[in-house]
């Protein structure tokens, strides 16, 4: 078994950059990269998290690096703390948010990878709040295997 990877080696900070008010991401690795295995990327949280929703085609994990995050899992709202790991599979609703008033930064790991073009569609190079990227979100979830089924919380 083969696999077309090549290295990938990135600074603090350095990434492709999606400028999403209270929601910067700064991806690290993604698909062309990982041969379609996995993306990975950087989030700080200065506002509230997203809509209660589930991904059909992929799992979710989230790696607390700072401050404190509340996520939703089913019916069940854990409390992840900086070095939390926290692994959501396909078709679990979920949503995450903010414990307190203090930024949440986030390390991402999405696998297969190609739900990254998700997050750029939304994104773009615009410059998005949440409203207009909750608007985008709802508008093209389905093409990406994404079912919204609730308000954000928090």
């Known amino acids: 078994m083969s696999f077309d990877i090549k290295e990938v080696i990135l600074?603090?900070?350095e990434g492709k950059k999606l400028n999403a008010v209270d929601h910067p991401f700064t991806f690290k690795a993604i698909s062309a990269d990982t041969d379609g295995h996995y993306a990975i990327f950087e989030s700080t949280?200065?506002?509230g998290g997203p809509g209660q929703h589930t991904h059909e085609n992929e799992?979710?994990?989230f790696y607390v690096i700072e401050g404190n995050l509340k996520v939703l899992l089913g019916e069940n709202i854990i409390e992840a703390k900086p070095g939390s790991f926290v692994l959501v599979p396909r078709g679990t609703l979920h949503t995450f948010f903010r414990s307190d008033e203090n930024p949440v930064k986030l390390l991402?790991?999405?696998s297969p990878a190609g739900f990254e073009d998700f997050f750029?569609?939304?994104v773009g190079d615009d410059e998005v709040?949440?409203?207009m990227m909750a608007e985008r979100a709802l508008k093209i979830g389905h093409k990406y295997g994404?079912?919204?089924t609730g308000p954000p919380l928090g």
Request: no cysteine; charged share 25%; aromatic share 14%.
């Open 146 to 148: 994404v079912t919204f």
């Open 59 to 61: 799992e979710e994990a």
């Open 120 to 122: 750029f569609e939304v």
């Open 11 to 13: 600074g603090p900070g």
């Open 108 to 110: 991402v790991i999405i």
């Open 45 to 47: 949280l200065y506002g």
């Open 129 to 131: 709040d949440a409203e």
